[in-house]
Every structure is written in structure tokens, then in C-alpha cells.
């Protein structure tokens, strides 16, 4: 069994940490007006990881590529199917792709107040979801705004000296 930093630090410090991951669901009328908070879902096995890298190859002088969050939620009920689903948290909402993500870290203090930083937040992309029948999983990933933006292609555009481009 692996013990990841955040059990290390709970174990060795006075702070109680915690996670927080929450979703806003899009829907033809817009997005939702506030986030739900999904950290139940959130398995213990599931590591929360964060990539970003700084590219040294393309550019000499290394342009920040902020990358993605990938996650692992409970779906033993269906509750993360596309939607499509009856029961689906995405049922009724325009698709799971481009649902935004916000990932919150943080602890508790002395005084027992809450300390917490958003770490990330981004779109799900629908082409990196992986169900698990078997197990009863749902793998996410989710691209952070630079990255849907690097994605996309735009059919004639320009940049001007200022660093903005239009379509």
C-alpha cells in the first residue's frame, strides 16, 4: 500500500488537511451559478494529479505549457455517466466536455479555520474519460483554459503586437 504526501503531512503535522473538487455544469442556457462540491466521489486510492511542464524545446526561453488535472471518482452507480444517463449528474446538461473543474487544497488551522488556494481549474475533456465497469470508476481528466485555447483551431485569425488575436 502507497502513502501519498498528503497522508505523510496529516500524519506529521498539527494541520488537518483537505481536498475539494467541484464541478459547474454547462447547459444551453449557460453554466450553473455556483459549483457542486464532488470530494465524496473522490476515491482514497485516487491520487489527484497536476501536470504542467515548461517547454524548453519549442521555445528557448521556455514557455510555461500549464497541462491538465486527472482524477478518479466512484461510479458504482452510474452517477458520472455521459448524458445520456437517467441518473447521471451530466443528465440534462449539454455533455460532460467542457464542464468546469476547480480543485481546491488546503487545511485547517489552530483556530479551526479553513485555509485553502485554488489549484486548478479547467474543462473536462470528454476524450480522456475512462468508465471501469468492473471496478466501478470513472478516470477524468480535465484541461486547464491555456490548453483548450492550444487546442483550437482558428480558421483565419491574426495576432497583433499587443498579444491579442481575433477570429
Given amino acids: 500500500m502507497t502513502t501519498t504526501t498528503q ?3 496529516a500524519k506529521k503535522s498539527r494541520f488537518k488537511l483537505y481536498e475539494t473538487l467541484e464541478m459547474k455544469r454547462r447547459y444551453n442556457s449557460g453554466y450553473e451559478s455556483s459549483y457542486t462540491d464532488l470530494s465524496s466521489y ?3 486510492s485516487s491520487t489527484i494529479k497536476i501536470s504542467s511542464k515548461l517547454d524548453f524545446d519549442s ?3 521556455g514557455e510555461m505549457k500549464t497541462g491538465n488535472i486527472s482524477f478518479t471518482l466512484d461510479n458504482t ?7 445520456e444517463s437517467l441518473y447521471s449528474f451530466f443528465s440534462n446538461a449539454v455533455s460532460r466536455h467542457y464542464t468546469k473543474v476547480r480543485y ?11 485555509i485553502d488556494e485554488i489549484v486548478f481549474m479547467g474543462f473536462i475533456n470528454e476524450k480522456e474519460v475512462k468508465n471501469n465497469f ?3 470508476t470513472i478516470e477524468m481528466t480535465a484541461l486547464s483554459a491555456n490548453q483548450i ?19
Avoid: C, M, P, R
Avoid at 452507480?77 to 448524458?83: M, V
Avoid at 481546491?104 to 479553513?114: L, M, R
Avoid at 485555447?149 to 477570429?167: A, C, M, P, R, W
Fill in 77 to 83: 452507480q452510474g452517477y458520472f455517466n455521459n448524458e
Fill in 59 to 61: 521555445f528557448g526561453y
Fill in 42 to 44: 473522490l476515491l482514497a
Fill in 149 to 167: 485555447l492550444h487546442e483550437t483551431f482558428v480558421q483565419s485569425g491574426s495576432i497583433s503586437s499587443y498579444n491579442y488575436f481575433t477570429d
Fill in 134 to 136: 468492473t471496478k466501478g
Fill in 7 to 9: 497522508q505523510l503531512v
Fill in 104 to 114: 481546491k487544497a488546503g487545511y485547517y488551522d489552530e483556530a479551526n479555520d479553513k
